[in-house]
């Protein structure tokens, strides 16, 4: 093979990561809010219900950034729903840091939503169809481990700004503008989606982007392959009907992700120590919360190894059979009249552990993977959605319902819940080391 038809195999993991930074600001985004609240809570001076509303004005962005970005996504093209989500980061995270009131805030934050919203639908997809099939599931797994570093790096950055006075949560806030202009300037070098660009029937253009991502090689293999699939396809009208299963899948999956709980832990995590698991201080509930995020960031490095080692449905379905156990151990603890902390964190580190190395960054390889491409933007914007939706009911329930049923009792219903998602997963079609276009004929099939 001449090094003219070789492939280039570095230019796709840069694409990769030119994509995963999308989830390095989600990841971001999402958690400054956790440190940003005690220096914002004074400035403005919040109420309980303003403090709740500035923590979760954010999700309710996220929801219709998700609802939208499928229509976006399939008409003008999956790089320039992700442009104009790094605009939306870029002007969120500028304009949080400096507003006058709490409306401009929440305006602000609401934006960073839209934009995360945007890019949680856009970016596993867009990293699915630029992806060969032998690497698809671990280079997906990189926007799940651009998302946990992005938690982390967050909570590095409270630490560090929590030093600088009464203003500390302008900095926290604006600090995000930095990679946000550096994601917004790298799309300019990686390429369209190579299949997005064949339904648009630019077909240089297209053979181009193959050629970017693998070489002349992969351009040759996969060219007539994707044409061939994509020709085939039906016209989107009727495609609810006709994609039914697949959506009813890719729903129930991205239901099942959150309302298994993580958030519960992810968001609440130095609340429930302090308040439930016999702590002794709010300084140990904080180093614990400090060790999940390490153990969630740490396996899902593991989950990037093996995602495309091991088939989807024996990851999705022992990682939900680990979270059950994890969490009736959580149950026996949170029960006894003398909680032990350090069962309780090393449970709740289980719990983490398992949903990162499977359920996490599965979900979203499995929801990117079994879809038509003349309809992945629009189905992925609703199973996205479902995501989202869930996300604000289990944040929005989870003290509710530790105040009706107990700690015991709030995650024995996850624990339930956990066991049921287990059965499910098991019993998924697998699609490890399938093309994109094999997966479509099996469902029709």
């Not at 990682?319 to 149950?331: D, E, K, P, R």
């Not at 939706?389 to 289990?394: E, R, S």
């Not at 699609?431 to 469902?443: F, P, Y």
């Amino acid at each position: 093979m001449s090094p003219q038809s070789s492939p280039r195999s570095g230019s796709i993991y840069r694409v990769a990561l030119t994509g995963a930074i999308s989830g390095l600001l989600f990841g971001f985004d999402t958690a400054v809010i956790n440190g940003a609240l005690i220096s914002l809570r004074a400035h403005f001076r919040l109420s309980e219900v303003q403090v709740e509303f500035a923590a979760s004005s954010l999700l309710y962005g996220c929801f219709f950034g998700a609802m939208a970005a499928g229509m976006l996504s399939d008409r003008y093209g999956r790089r320039s729903v992700l442009r104009i989500s790094g605009v939306l980061f870029l002007v969120s995270a500028i304009f949080a840091a400096i507003p006058h009131t709490l409306a401009e805030f929440f305006t602000a934050r609401f934006l960073g939503g839209l934009g995360i919203g945007l890019a949680s639908t856009i970016a596993p997809l867009y990293l699915a169809e630029v992806s060969p099939r032998e690497k698809r599931g671990s280079i997906v797994t990189l926007n799940q481990t651009a998302i946990v570093t992005g938690i982390l790096v967050a909570y590095c950055t409270n630490w560090a700004f929590s030093f600088t006075g009464a203003a500390a949560w302008r900095w926290m806030f604006g600090s995000a503008a930095l990679p946000a202009l550096a994601f917004v300037i790298c799309l300019g070098f990686v390429p369209e989606s190579p299949r997005w660009l064949i339904k648009q029937h630019r077909i240089e253009e297209a053979g181009a982007a193959l050629a970017t991502i693998g070489g002349e090689a992969q351009r040759s293999e996969q060219f007539e392959e994707i044409r061939a699939a994509i020709e085939q396809e039906e016209p989107p009208h009727g495609w609810l009907r006709r994609m039914k299963r697949p959506l009813v899948l890719a729903v129930a999956i991205a239901a099942l992700q959150q309302v298994t709980g993580i958030n519960t832990v992810l968001y609440y995590g130095s609340l429930l120590f302090v308040a439930h698991a016999n702590s002794g201080s709010a300084g140990r509930a904080f180093a614990a919360n400090i060790l999940i995020g390490l153990t969630n960031f740490a396996f899902t490095l593991v989950a990037l190894a093996i995602m495309d080692r091991i088939g989807r449905r024996i990851l999705l379905g022992g990682s939900a059979s680990v979270m059950f156990g994890a969490l009736l151990l959580l149950v026996f603890e949170f029960q006894r009249t003398h909680a032990h902390f350090v069962l309780i964190v090393g449970s709740t580190m289980l719990y983490v552990a398992a949903f990162a190395t499977g359920l996490g960054p599965g979900a979203w390889v499995y929801i990117a993977e079994i879809f038509p491409t003349n309809i992945r933007g629009r189905a992925m914007s609703i199973a996205t959605s479902v995501l989202w939706a869930c996300c604000i009911l289990v944040s929005n329930t989870f003290l509710t319902l530790i105040h009706a049923l107990g700690a015991a009792g709030a995650f024995a219903v996850y624990a339930g819940i956990c066991a049921v998602a287990a059965v499910f997963f098991f019993r998924l079609p697998e699609t490890r080391g399938h093309s994109l276009e094999e997966i479509e004929q099996s469902w029709r099939r």
